[in-house]
T-cell receptor
Framework: AQSVTQLGSHVSVSEGALVLLRCNYS??????LFWYVQYPNQGLQLLLK??????LVKGINGFEAEFKKSETSFHLTKPSAHMSDAAEYFC????????????FGRGTSLIVHP | DADVTQTPRNRITKTGKRIMLECSQT?????MYWYRQDPGLGLRLIYY???????NKGEISDGYSVSRQAQAKFSLSLESAIPNQTALYFC???????????FGSGTRLTVV
């Protein structure tokens, strides 16, 4: 079964600083990979996804993620944090085969300081 | 109107009561899912359905049941609620395996 590890339950950055949220997965074959964002009192919203096309994926709100097969990673980045980026971020992974039901990481809370 | 609507948004119920959480969608997606979110645990799958006649258990289905009344409606029931079922519950939909999910706004359930 897939497992997903998000390093750091909380990440704190200053406004304007680089955002880096880490996600590692366990899979013997390239999976489908997703990042979701959850703002307070809301449901999750898809930020971006990797489905075997370009390894660098661009998403909404200036976020991007790079699939690195050798490192089994799919880290989320944004060059310059905004206050509005403060939210919970979830990485999800599904196998290409079987039911394709994604496994979610435990989430990383992004805190942005003025 | 939202693409995926969950009702109620908040609910407080007593131990032992039966409760139903409802989900309806206007996306036209065949696949629907129920997840539970607990702080620090991420999202855990309760049940999922790939079409009206298909119902499957997820990793934490004990104590829950579901009904897929139509393509657009997928309900989650707690037959006899217990305090450790206090959580945030999300319904989600998708058209395929790699498209990604559309989530509802969630139902915050408290069992006292």
């Amino acid at each position: 079964a897939q497992s997903v590890t998000q390093l750091g339950s909380h990440v704190s950055v200053s406004e304007g600083a680089l955002v880096l949220l880490r996600c590692n997965y366990s899979s013997s074959v390239p999976p489908y990979l997703f990042w979701y964002v959850q703002y307070p009192n809301q449901g999750l919203q898809l930020l971006l996804k990797y489905t075997s096309a370009a390894t660098l994926v661009k998403g909404i709100n200036g976020f991007e993620a790079e699939f690195k097969k050798s490192e089994t990673s799919f880290h989320l980045t944004k060059p310059s944090a905004h206050m509005s980026d403060a939210a919970e971020y979830f990485c999800a992974v599904s196998d290409q085969g079987g039911s394709y039901i994604p496994t979610f990481g435990r989430g990383t809370s992004l805190i942005v300081h003025p | 109107d939202a693409d995926v609507t969950q009702t109620p948004r908040n609910r407080i119920t007593k131990t032992g009561k039966r409760i139903m959480l409802e989900c309806s969608q206007t996306k036209g997606h065949d696949r629907m899912y129920w997840y539970r979110q607990d702080p620090g645990l991420g999202l855990r799958l309760i049940y999922y359905s790939f079409d009206v006649k298909d119902i499957n258990k997820g990793e934490i289905s004990d104590g829950y049941s579901v009904s897929r009344q139509a393509q657009a409606k997928f309900s989650l029931s707690l037959e006899s609620a217990i305090p450790n079922q206090t959580a945030l519950y999300f319904c989600a939909t998708s058209p395929t395996d790699f498209y990604g999910y559309t989530f509802g706004s969630g139902t915050r359930l408290t069992v006292v």
